[in-house]
């Protein structure tokens, strides 16, 4: 009964490879997040989506692509997967759109080699 | 204007001692505060929350002190223990978007 997951956990993927990470949430919140934390704990916001439809967009390179299937799902997916992408992405959910009350995921380590 | 500026980037405090974590945020369109904390290999996950209508919020040995003129708030964590080492953000929202501070490692020496 986890409220935020995602899969998998741990990413291992050479340079140039094309890769997805997967995220659920059960809370029924209407919007849903992707972060980036660096090694150095910053937590940066990359996506946000409200029922489905893209409502922030950062500073991301396009590789980068958020896919909402409904309102439960939100999955990242990552193309020519660089060194730089070695990080840990979480994703979240709230309950409003902007919502300071999020709930985040377990993390996904992905590491580029 | 939508910086959320954090500090110390890393504390070390006695068991028992008192941890005292600062933020500061200059757009006064902020109306919500939340504390998060996260412990390794795990998520961010809301620990305390403060609205700018009141000056401090108390919750067990956690306790948020906030400041509206000086545009500041602080996290105090009384009787500080080795379990509450872990990383603590603070942020800031509008109700539109939410700005996290860089974080705070703390480390309770036990």
């Known amino acids: 009964d986890t409220a935020v997951s995602q899969t998998p956990k741990y990413l291992v993927t050479q340079m140039g490879n094309d890769k997805s990470i997967k995220c659920e949430q059960n809370l029924g919140h209407d919007t849903m997040y992707w972060y980036k934390q660096d090694s150095k704990k910053f937590l940066k916001i990359m996506f946000s989506y409200n029922n489905k439809e893209l409502i922030i967009n950062e500073t991301v390179p396009n590789r980068f692509s958020p896919k909402s299937p409904d309102k439960a799902h939100l999955n990242l997916h990552i193309n020519s997967l660089e060194l730089g992408d070695s990080a840990v992405y979480f994703c979240?959910?709230?309950?409003?759109?902007?919502?300071?009350?999020?709930?985040f995921g377990p993390g996904t380590r992905l590491t580029v080699t | 204007q939508q910086q959320v500026k954090q500090s110390p980037q890393s504390l070390i405090v006695q068991k028992g001692g008192i941890s005292i974590i600062n933020c500061a945020y200059e757009n006064t369109a902020f109306d919500y505060f939340p504390w998060y904390q996260q412990f390794p290999g795990k998520g961010p996950a809301l620990l305390i929350a403060?609205?700018?209508?009141?000056s401090e919020k108390k919750e067990g040995r956690f306790t948020i002190s906030f400041n509206k003129s000086a545009k500041q708030f602080s996290l105090h964590i009384m009787d500080s223990q080795p379990g509450d080492s872990a990383t603590y953000f603070c942020?800031?929202?509008?109700?539109?978007?939410?700005?996290f501070g860089k974080g705070t490692r703390l480390h309770i020496l036990p």
């Open positions: 403060i609205r700018p209508d009141v």
């Open positions: 942020a800031a929202s509008s109700g539109d978007k939410i700005i």
């Open positions: 979240a959910s709230s309950a409003l759109e902007g919502g300071a009350e999020q709930y």
